[in-house]
């Protein structure tokens, strides 16, 4: 089982019709509900790390992108290092049908601080390949 604020790693999901593998994500929401006709129990964020200073310029370009920094100690049981969530992108999940575990969870303070720029977003995707 998992919560709001739960750092979750699923083994297989896609993403515009991408398998990919292990991989986490932030949990933004354990409501059931529907969209385009597909229940859901599940709305994710992934997260990323980031491999240099080059890489972290590059991602941060994009203005859907969130960073967080590893010496806030605001992730926990995370890898440590600091990295993005990206934030423009919602992914729908049905838990009786994903294969997770739950890795740590965030800070309070950076999931409202996640809240918040998602607020300011005026594009989200929603995702819904995993349904």
Avoid at 50 to 74: C, D, I, L, T, V
Avoid at 84 to 111: C, H, M, S, T, W
Wanted: glycine letters at 8%.
């Amino acid at each position: 089982m998992c919560k709001i604020g739960d750092i979750i790693v699923v083994k297989n999901y896609k993403s515009q019709g991408v398998n990919i593998s292990k991989h986490s994500f932030v949990v933004l929401s354990t409501e059931q509900g529907k969209i385009q006709g597909l229940d859901f129990d599940l709305v994710c964020n992934v997260m990323s790390s980031f491999h240099s200073e080059e890489h972290r310029k590059q991602k941060m370009r994009y203005p859907g992108n969130f960073e967080y920094s590893a010496e806030q100690e605001n992730v926990h049981g995370g890898h440590g290092k600091a990295g993005f969530i990206k934030a423009e992108q919602f992914y729908y999940f049905d838990r009786n049908k994903l294969d997770f575990y739950v890795l740590g969870n965030v800070e309070p303070e950076l999931f409202n601080a996640l809240i918040a720029y998602i607020q300011t977003l005026d594009e989200i995707e929603h995702v819904v390949d995993n349904l």
